[in-house]
Structure formats: C-alpha cells, structure tokens
C-alpha cells in the first residue's frame, strides 16, 4: 500500500500564508507513519518572487520525499531555482517520481502571463514516453494544477486547462494511468477526466465558495476562516485508489 499527501495552492506571500502552509506541513511531519510521496500541485508563491521560493522551501522541507509543479501564480525560472536547485529556464517544469510500486508524472500546466492552464506539445511527449516507462503492473497517477474540466465554479471554468482533448487521446492509449490530479480551484472535488478519476486538492491559503454558496457578482467568493485542508490518496497492492480528505487545524 502506498500512501500520498496531496496539497495545493500555498500561495506563500504574507504571514497568513506562512502560518496555513506551516499547520499543514507539520502535521504531515508529526505523523506516526512515513509517507511515500507529498505532492504540491502548483501556485507555491503567489508573485513568484525569489524570496517566497526561499520561504516555500523552507516550509515545504520534508522527511517524506517531496514533488512539487507549477501553477499559474509561478514563475518557472524562479521556481527551479529556489525550490530545484537549477539553472533558471523557461522551459515547461515536468517531473516523475517513481515510488515503491507507483509512479507520479507531474506536468506543467502554466502557461507564462495566463491564468489558465494548457499542455504543450513537449510536455505531452514527455508525459507519453514516461508512461511508456512506468513498470508493468503498477498504477500511473498524473499530476498537473489546472482541472481540464468544468468543476461548475465560474470563476475557476474559466481559467481551467483548455485543448483537453490532446490529453483524452494520450490517456487512451494508456490503460496503466490510473487517476489524474489537480489543484488550481482552491476547494475538494471529484470528478471524471478520460474515463478515469480526476481528484483536485482543496486549497491551503484559502477555500473557494461555490456558487450556491455565495450571491452572484459578490465580493465574497473566497472563505478566509475555513481551515487548510489536503487530500489523502492511498493505492492498494492492486492498484485500487481511495481518497481522504482531511482539514487542518491552524491553532496551537
């Protein structure tokens, strides 16, 4: 059985931020068992500034090994910098991880001065060749921050990730790929993606309201008060994946 933390949207800026993300990391660090991968599906800084990279790595150091992509709100040159420890590029971030019978290939999905999302034809590629790669038998998870479906939140449709039809197509032709994961919409939800499951992070620094939650055109669209939450993603030995989501407190 492998055991997956899966948090997004940090958007480590201020000391509000900073307090959220560091309740969530501690309580991963505090837990009785090892994890097998904590992944952080995009916007880890909110301007993209060398020093909330600085900050973020901090926060985000871990006994658990780590992955983390890009989201809207990063900067991909600064992001390899002060979270990889690389050269500055411009260059899509795409990552895998390969785990102890699992496999995470984490696409980027931003795309430079936009809030949506899109998979360029490099990263498709590469995320086709890694699935190609993945061992025979053991589930495939990818993971990118932006949904490539309507999650039925106005605000998020409309900056979701577009062309998703390339992807359905790659999915196809893979029947391993297990599930897909997100973040970018800053509240819990599950859904289907290419016949398979797509499973999106709540978010860390706030929580969205959805829209019958909240009066149309009114200013109070985001809840501030409502605690960190992650999303826990367990895959049996046969591949079987179950989802948990937790919320975190912030106080003491």
């Given at each position: 059985?492998?055991?997956?933390?899966?948090?997004?949207?940090?958007?480590?800026?201020?000391?509000?931020?900073?307090?959220?993300?560091?309740?969530v990391a501690d309580y991963l660090?505090?837990?009785?068992?090892?994890?097998?991968?904590?992944?952080?599906?995009?916007?880890?800084?909110?301007?993209?500034?060398?020093?909330?990279?600085?900050?973020?790595?901090?926060?985000?150091?871990?006994?658990?090994?780590?992955?983390?992509?890009?989201?809207?709100?990063?900067?991909?040159?600064?992001?390899?910098?002060?979270?990889?420890?690389?050269?500055?590029?411009?260059?899509?971030?795409?990552?895998?991880?390969?785990?102890?019978?699992?496999?995470?290939?984490?696409?980027?999905?931003?795309?430079?001065?936009?809030?949506?999302g899109w998979l360029g034809d490099?990263?498709?590629?590469?995320?086709?060749?890694?699935?190609?790669?993945?061992?025979?038998?053991?589930?495939?998870?990818?993971?990118?921050?932006?949904?490539?479906?309507?999650?039925?939140?106005?605000?998020?449709?409309?900056?979701?990730?577009?062309?998703?039809?390339?992807?359905?197509?790659?999915?196809?032709?893979?029947?391993?790929?297990?599930?897909?994961?997100?973040?970018?919409?800053?509240?819990?939800?599950?859904?289907?993606?290419?016949?398979?499951?797509?499973?999106?992070?709540?978010?860390?620094?706030?929580?969205?309201?959805?829209?019958?939650?909240?009066?149309?055109?009114?200013?109070?669209?985001?809840?501030?008060?409502?605690?960190?939450?992650?999303?826990?993603?367990?895959?049996?030995?046969?591949?079987?994946?179950?989802?948990?989501?937790?919320?975190?407190?912030?106080?003491?």
């Open positions: 059985m492998a055991v997956i933390a899966h948090l997004s949207d940090v958007h480590i800026d201020d000391e509000r931020s900073v307090r959220r993300t560091r309740a660090e505090n837990l009785p068992y090892d994890l097998d991968l904590v992944l952080v599906t995009g916007d880890i800084a909110d301007h993209g500034t060398p020093e909330e990279y600085a900050t973020a790595r901090g926060l985000l150091a871990s006994r658990h090994p780590v992955l983390v992509c890009p989201g809207n709100h990063d900067d991909r040159a600064e992001f390899r910098r002060g979270l990889l420890g690389q050269p500055g590029s411009a260059e899509p971030v795409d990552q895998v991880h390969r785990g102890a019978g699992f496999t995470v290939i984490a696409c980027d999905s931003s795309v430079p001065g936009k809030p949506e490099g990263t498709l590629a590469w995320l086709e060749e890694e699935l190609g790669r993945a061992p025979e038998g053991e589930p495939v998870l990818v993971a990118f921050h932006h949904p490539p479906v309507t999650l039925h939140i106005p605000y998020v449709d409309g900056i979701r990730q577009f062309d998703e039809g390339r992807l359905a197509e790659l999915a196809g032709r893979h029947p391993r790929l297990t599930a897909f994961l997100a973040g970018h919409a800053h509240t819990a939800a599950a859904t289907t993606f290419a016949g398979r499951p797509l499973l999106v992070a709540p978010g860390v620094v706030n929580t969205v309201r959805l829209p019958w939650e909240h009066r149309a055109h009114a200013d109070d669209h985001v809840h501030l008060d409502q605690p960190p939450a992650l999303a826990f993603h367990v895959l049996d030995e046969d591949g079987r994946l179950t989802t948990h989501y937790r919320v975190v407190s912030t106080e003491g």
